[in-house]
């Protein structure tokens, strides 16, 4: 269960009001628009979302937890299994790039073992993946970013953007980039 956009942007509007931040990003609604197997809406809702956790304060790991709680607890599962799985490209939390401020990591880790991934999984790690606080940034630029900030980054992470990167030109025809940067 998904909620309607006008209710994403109502939840959204009131998280950004308990703890304001530039955690927003419509890219995914562009490229879907490209695809043929996906729906512009629902993608732009769960990307509207998929950061919803950040309501809760400023967490790392913890706001993936605290985001797929939420929305289970208000019965949007679809929106649930994206804050799940946006930051898990290969479905393992060892792979995760920050604080470790959860206590039921175990949670998360079972969690991600049941789900399926699909082409909106994809779409919204992808978008995460391209995601400055400023806007769009080159996929390399973003994760050489965060490998300075936190003094790593898993190879196999940053090839899964890669391969994500190139699965979406594919599907649109087009350079990622001129897609998510057009008006």
Not at 134 to 161: A, F, T
Request: hydrophobic letters at 35%.
């Amino acid at each position: 269960m998904m909620p309607t956009r006008a209710e994403a942007e109502k939840i959204l509007e009131e998280a950004g009001q308990c703890n304001f931040g530039p955690w927003v990003n419509h890219s995914a609604e562009k490229i879907a628009e490209l695809c043929e197997n996906l729906d512009s809406e629902k993608a732009y809702i769960l990307g509207l979302l998929h950061d919803i956790g950040r309501k809760f304060g400023v967490r790392h790991l913890g706001h993936v937890y605290d985001g797929y709680t939420y929305m289970m607890s208000l019965g949007y599962d679809e929106v649930a299994k994206i804050c799940l799985t946006h930051s898990f490209n290969n479905s393992t939390v060892k792979e995760y790039i920050g604080k470790v401020d959860v206590s039921d990591e175990e949670l998360i880790e079972t969690a991600l073992a049941k789900v399926n991934m699909d082409d909106y999984d994809k779409l919204i790690q992808l978008c995460d993946a391209l995601a400055g606080s400023g806007g769009v940034l080159n996929i390399e630029d973003r994760m050489r970013d965060v490998k300075q900030r936190y003094g790593y980054y898993p190879q196999e992470k940053w090839n899964s953007n890669i391969r994500l990167k190139n699965y979406f030109e594919k599907k649109t025809g087009n350079n990622i980039y001129k897609t998510v940067n057009q008006s």
